[in-house]
């Protein structure tokens, strides 16, 4: 690896620097996901998360009508697009492509797995979203905010939340004094009239509060 590295260009270090970390945070991703602890990441746009619109009418009271839209800007995507970038401007500059199209090749090719990851997490997102979740089922479950939500109802954060065998992202409120913030563990306490969920801090969970 000593002997790799010493062989490097400064600009070829420059690419490494960008490539190796986020190709270890790729592994670290891709493994965590394998053992089912990736689902739940801040970012909220995962691929095992199922975001939807809450459908109140008729017989699918409390129903959600999944239908996932193109994410693009993730965590997962910027890994990506960051270890592309960096692996590609390695190869590029070491076949003797010039700077400056090496970095702009890199570029394009970058964005291009960017977009092209968005896309195949949106189709997995829509094999994974078919039929409806009652959310009536997460009454006494619990979840992680993803969106912090502002205290005594004053607005709406968002939750993760395993629900009928998959990762849901709902809209919550909460009657809590303080915010609840990103990352905190939180239990469902009850539904409001028009679908959200109301939740409390966990009993128990290591949670922060900020105000």
């Known amino acids: 690896m000593i002997e790799w590295w010493n062989t490097l260009t400064i600009v070829q270090k420059l690419f490494a620097y960008v490539a190796i970390p986020s190709t270890l945070l790729l592994i670290i991703q891709t493994v965590l996901l394998a053992i089912g602890m990736g689902q739940g990441d801040s970012d909220a ?8 619109d809450i459908d109140l009418d008729g017989d699918t009271e409390g129903a959600i009508d999944s239908d996932p839209g193109l994410r693009i800007f993730t965590v997962r995507g910027f890994v990506a697009f960051f270890c592309t970038f960096g692996w590609m401007g390695i190869l590029l500059t070491k076949n003797n492509i010039g700077e400056l199209p090496a970095f ?64 849901c992202e709902l809209e919550a409120v ?38």
């Open 174 to 211: 909460t009657d809590y004094e303080d915010k609840i913030p990103v990352g905190a563990e939180v239990t469902v306490v009850s539904l409001s009239g028009d679908g959200v969920l109301v939740v409390v801090p966990k009993v128990g969970a290591n949670n922060k509060k900020t105000k």
């Open 104 to 167: 702009l090749i890199s570029l394009v090719f970058g964005l291009l797995c960017m977009f092209g990851l968005a896309y195949m997490l949106k189709a997995v997102l829509k094999l994974q979203s078919s039929g409806n979740i009652s959310i009536s089922n997460a009454l006494g479950k619990s979840g992680t905010v993803y969106l912090s939500i502002p205290p005594k109802r004053e607005g709406r954060g968002k939750i993760n939340i395993y629900l009928q065998d998959r990762y």
């Open 45 to 52: 746009d995962d691929p095992d998360i199922v975001d939807g």
